[in-house]
């Protein structure tokens, strides 16, 4: 067995497997460093503590089971938090340098990495992957896993609370799989047009560059926002259908692919 972390901007990601698979992920709320204290001895009593198993859809059956030793497999874009874990045996920090994957720069994402790596994988090379984090990204990497290229703009989320906090009058609102009316007569409507239409034209024209000149790959989306971008994609783009997938494991199956690599 074998327990993945990925810190990401706002939550933690977490993902449990075997050498044969990847049995379930789940996410929680970024860990206090008191927390992240508390948590490591339970680790080494072969324990997985219940903040961590918080949201978990196996967690009954993991809460109570003893493990000999469970290897925690960290990725970070906080690096800052990633020493607290280092206490605990054995921890393996997964580098740039673990990933199968050619042409990376050194301030290169290594989570944007490990889902271009999981993609490829599973979904098959070339590959672009669309991250709908904090940040949403694009990501693409060709047929002999070198990669491409990407952008990076503000995420879905992100966009809301700014204009909340960042204006006087304008509220935070909620983002819908479905499409709002493109010229709206109602202030919370008009945000969400504003937000979507332009990020839906966004990640069309890029992907439209892409398929000029891989025009098989398949389109993959993960992330918080990764289904609803999918379905609102479909909804504005009919004949994206067949090339787009959601998936949400990219990144545990990027980890599970580089643990070949580190060991």
């Not at 009593?45 to 978990?56: A, F, H, N, T, V």
């Not at 879905?156 to 960042?166: D, N, S, V």
């Not at 926002?225 to 379905?231: C, H, I, P, S």
Request: glycine residues 10%.
């Amino acid at each position: 067995m074998w327990l993945a972390l990925v810190m990401g901007n706002s939550r933690f990601h977490w993902g449990l497997g075997d050498r044969h698979s990847l049995l379930s992920c789940w996410n929680t709320a970024s860990l206090s460093v008191n927390e992240i204290e508390k948590i490591i001895p339970e680790l080494e009593q072969g324990r997985i503590p219940e903040q961590i198993l918080d949201g978990c859809p196996l967690k009954e059956e993991f809460y109570s089971r003893l493990f000999n030793t469970l290897p925690l497999w960290i990725a970070s874009v906080i690096p800052e938090v990633t020493p607290l874990w280092t206490s605990y045996s054995p921890t393996h920090v997964i580098e740039l340098a673990d990933l199968p994957l050619k042409g990376m720069y050194p301030t290169f994402g290594i989570d944007r990495g490990l889902a271009v790596v999981g993609g490829g994988v599973k979904w098959g090379w070339p590959v672009l992957v669309i991250d709908g984090g904090t940040a949403l990204t694009l990501t693409g990497a060709d047929s002999d896993r070198h990669l491409v290229g990407g952008a990076i703009l503000p995420g879905l989320g992100l966009q809301t609370r700014l204009l909340a906090e960042h204006t006087r009058t304008l509220p935070q609102i909620n983002l819908s799989e479905q499409l709002p009316k493109r010229w709206s007569l109602e202030t919370q409507e008009a945000i969400a047009s504003g937000i979507l239409y332009t990020v839906l034209a966004g990640l069309r024209d890029f992907i439209q560059n892409w398929h000029n000149h891989y025009p098989q790959s398949p389109i993959l989306l993960t992330g918080g926002d990764g289904e609803l971008l999918t379905k609102v994609l479909i909804q504005q783009f009919p004949q994206l259908y067949s090339h787009l997938h959601f998936d949400p494991d990219l990144i545990f199956l990027g980890i599970r692919c580089s643990m070949s690599q580190k060991i």
